[in-house]
């Protein structure tokens, strides 16, 4: 089968996915399954994966290269394993991201991506940048009626980030409440529309782009700023005394620490972006009760949840479709910000 | 009446508290109430107090000199206003540090001490290092037969401090977990027995001096630590991948950028002391999905809580007794930290 | 001024309300705040007073008669007592109905109706079917801009109950889950807007009523049911094993023995009418573990939130007005089921 | 090997449980593992199941007879299939006691029990009263060091079914709070414990039986009353209003009618054990906004605290060892109530 596969970590980012021909996965345990891939999302984070931002974590010997990359898969099954019941060849379906085991202590509490035993598809293993996918039972959603892959795919990943991020705001935020999006692209559009349905809060939308102003219009943000010099004292004004919750889908270039300078007394950030480094003194959180946490991607049963608001038609992802063999321009239009929405690969 | 009033900041704290004569305090609104001092704790705060830390918060003209200071107050009800049912002169009582004006929104929702138009009496405001003391009915509760105030003082701050941490902390820990507690001073050994109480979890109690590790022994951590320069890695060791929950009493000296590398995943840093710069790379939260809150004083129904576990043998304060005219000497002590268990000031 | 008294209970409901001149209430405590009535709610709980269905619980010797009913009050302050502060003479406000104490535990835990000093006016104290009206400070929330009295009032205790049951439902339920609304009534249409607000769930409105199904369809119920005989097969059958959460504005005639069989496994029955007896074998309850829970009218903190919903033109309320001189008429027209929507009293 | 089966159901309970020889169990898919018996709990569940109460759930036409009873086993791995990781020959072990698919929503949500696929060995599936038993990885547990299964074995169903209803109970109890434990048997003296494990509660243990009442006094019970015809009022008395709440282990014989009379405005009634009928007035449920709940055998996670907690010594199980060869000795103690603690099969 056809696939772009990854081959050296290149910091520059000079380097391109080669396309090429390889063996397609075959069923190799009772759990696994084959998805013949419909469309695979192209994410930001597998511009660092190039980088090799990830590779200390992950890959620190590099031994893992070459692979496949891609890790927001949707499909249709192609072949399962032995043990395999819930779905069967045909069936539409959406891949979380983790292969999570099922056994350890964290797969038992739900949070899928915590997984003693994860294996992230992708990112050190084979990917969906590809005609066919190799994942596992555990993995998989069926799609709803009426719901195709190439509309979905990116929800596999950035989609539930976005929605996690929401959903944990979202228990936090009564109405005549005000919750900062900063940041309106693939993440933050997403992230609006979950508010909206998940919570009476008033949003506020930050972005320096006029065209990613112009996203939050159109979901219906109730407050849009800019981002200029003085955006702190605006939302302070607006907010009457700083926002409840501040939701960072950039968390870096100084932005990080901006954002906990919104929030009000008793109040939360999420840091969902990544990049720089948060400075804070101990006097401030005190004083002012702030929570600053980290927000990962969503797991396993978020996932279900935010397919459902997309079949009911609540939460729409944009997005821009390239062909498996374009996916070298798809990634220079995502490094130069000339991408509509998110970029899906089509195979 | 006699009463140590604060003339002037200092910031190297040569200043000392003068014992003066002062008119005891009337009822002059028909919610207050004149407590007559039974004890008065003495708090590392009030040293901040006196160096200057707080006034550009909370007197940026000064102007709100002399004072009378203590915010940790009990005794017996002397006097009552008018609108007052809850209490009668003689019962005896202790006062939450705050008086609240309980129309306000943050007072809806039971945080007293965001009250938008709080008052913090020893702090701005005369205080309990004196024969009397006013406060308002919000403020007070009975104590349970058999408690006495010189018991109980310190409980009305540093306790609720302590006991507000462990309560958020124990929401968060189930059988089989681990939580550190950094620095078993005055706030940490309530914290342990709050924690033992409030939850199933482990402690670990972390600790650079050798008394505050007798503490520990004696209030049941589950495991001490000295605090040494592997502190790190052994409490991933002890922990098998970090611990749930960390609560830091110095927040400062360093201790703060070495707590959030003690927790794992998922888990939680709340920071209590303060002094410190807590700086965190964006991604470290991310992908550990961490969450940092600073930690205040509890609120009045947290002090209701504690005063019940007290009453019942559950929570114990240790503290060491000075006269009134001592004062001095006893902030001398706690500067030196000669003094034993929190100070209390009796009058 | 005028007003409109209840002198004797009467189970069969043929007494009328008196109109008679009284004198205008007066400010007797530093907390009292005189309201100019703007509008006052006619409430189904009206009947039930008059047929003395609270008489045990809230008027056991029939000694507080006679009194003003009127018990969901908006309008004007006309007068303050000396330490208020939080409203001044011409704010146009509505009114918590409970006048709270603040001070016991209960009002502490922001639970105002369960205040152990609490006052319920328009019932065994005089209400707002008058054109003045005594409360206290902390039963006040100002109306945001362009909010008239007329509008809202009835928000002030029927709103308040449908938004409490519906907080309380919303947490518990995630997208793709199934929320049934019974009743859509003056609470139900209220209930069904606030989930739609609260949460992403579906909602299932039943009624038997077609002129109530279309409030459902205008208010945009997901799925809409006519409550015949096969409704518990129906909401299995729609809903795939049972409704996640149920709740109920009739409480009576059978409909509470329906409800709980409506609920699937590990679900929540939410009963808010009542005068039925509910009848479940413990062995139905344990299996499926389903939770069965009054909910009570709505605290403070829930009124000011939907105030917000409704300020912001997210949560409306139906009415028909009536003249005080009228009341008698209205009361007719809500025992005859011919009210469209709340009827609202004006004086 | 030598087991017991059951081969009819008897509503007077007249049939005994035939010891034979039947073949010993075997692997036959990859996530299988037989486990050798070390000890199974004896449960009045067992008593339910040869009655009958659970057939029309269960087995409805009978066709699953005859099989072999027992669903709270430990014992040690003897055999895994291929694809188990997690444990291996030799391993100690203690046996959730349903066998669940971890793909289904319920699983993904960590609701073992409410698995769409589940099995329950020992009720239409073979259990433990035996030398082997099979079950699957998903289900087991491993001991920590130094416990051994005798000792542990009915944790698997009776505590963690106590633990369960415990740990939902903490969460709604604050220190200075009160919960009534109604039935101090096998279940109830595991839910003390576990009480004062998990929240800083005071516990008022009821029940008819001195032995009883000594068992809850062994463990901690703040006030312990045998039950007599003025219970509701002594728990009002005792309580100031009213129990925060009721944990319910009879749930039949009018305990059902009596328990949600002990609880205070704003609580909660689990009921847990069953065959009585709960009639309650709609109108009590909502004036005093209680709620009524079952509550079912725990999850796996709970039986994961459970187990540290008792390895940690702060949870003991009673109880009282029969050879297999005996247990229809041990039925019938369990019947006549001879039996002391829970009853422990012993291959």
Redesign the interface.
């Known amino acids: 089968m056809q696939a772009a596969t990854l081959h050296q970590y290149d910091k520059d980012m000079n380097v391109q996915l080669k396309l090429e021909n390889v063996p397609s996965p075959t069923i190799n345990?009772?759990?696994e399954v084959v998805v013949r891939v419909g469309a695979a999302g192209l994410c930001r984070t597998d511009l660092h994966i190039i980088e090799g931002?990830w590779r200390d974590?992950m890959d620190p010997e590099g031994s893992l290269l070459p692979y496949i990359m891609g890790h927001e898969n949707a499909g249709w099954v192609e072949d399962v394993g032995?043990?395999v019941?819930?779905v069967k060849p045909g069936d539409a379906v959406i891949c979380h991201p983790l292969r999570s085991?099922?056994?350890?202590?964290?797969c038992?509490?739900?949070?899928d991506m915590?997984c003693d035993?994860g294996v992230f598809p992708g990112l050190g293993a084979n990917g969906g940048f590809a005609e066919y996918f190799l994942t596992t039972?555990?993995a998989l959603i069926k799609l709803n009626k009426n719901v195709v892959p190439v509309d979905v795919a990116p929800l596999a990943d950035a989609g539930i980030t976005a929605y996690r991020a929401a959903k944990r705001a979202a228990k936090l935020l009564?109405?005549?409440t005000y919750c900062v999006v900063l940041g309106i692209g693939g993440l933050g559009h997403i992230a609006l529309q979950c508010l909206h349905?998940?919570?009476?809060t008033?949003t506020i939308a930050i972005d320096r782009s006029p065209h990613a102003r112009e996203l939050a219009k159109k979901y219906g943000a109730h407050h849009i700023l800019d981002g200029g010099p003085d955006v702190i004292e605006q939302v302070h004004e607006l907010t009457g005394g700083g926002a409840h919750v501040v939701i960072d889908f950039v968390?870096?270039l100084g932005v990080?620490n901006i954002c906990w300078k919104m929030v009000r007394?008793?109040g939360q950030y999420f840091?969902?972006?990544?990049?720089?480094?948060?400075?804070?003194?101990?006097?401030?959180?005190?004083?002012?009760?702030?929570?600053?946490?980290?927000?990962?991607v969503g797991n396993?049963?978020e996932l279900?949840?935010?397919m459902?608001?997309n079949a009911?038609g609540?939460v729409h992802m944009q997005s821009s479709q390239y062909a498996l063999s374009n996916i070298n321009s798809a990634i220079s239009d995502l490094k130069a910000a000339k991408m509509v929405g998110r970029g899906v690969i089509v195979p």
Not at 101 to 106: D, F, M, T, V, Y
Not at 197 to 200: I, K, M, R, V
């Open positions: 345990a009772p759990d931002v974590t032995s043990g019941k819930s085991c099922g056994i350890c202590l964290n038992r509490h739900g949070e915590y035993n039972e555990r009564r109405p005549g349905e998940l919570c009476g008033r968390g870096e990080e007394q008793g840091v969902v972006g990544y990049g720089g480094k948060i400075e804070i003194p101990t006097i401030h959180m005190v004083i002012n009760e702030i929570q600053v946490g980290g927000s990962l396993f049963t279900v949840e935010l459902e608001l009911e609540r």
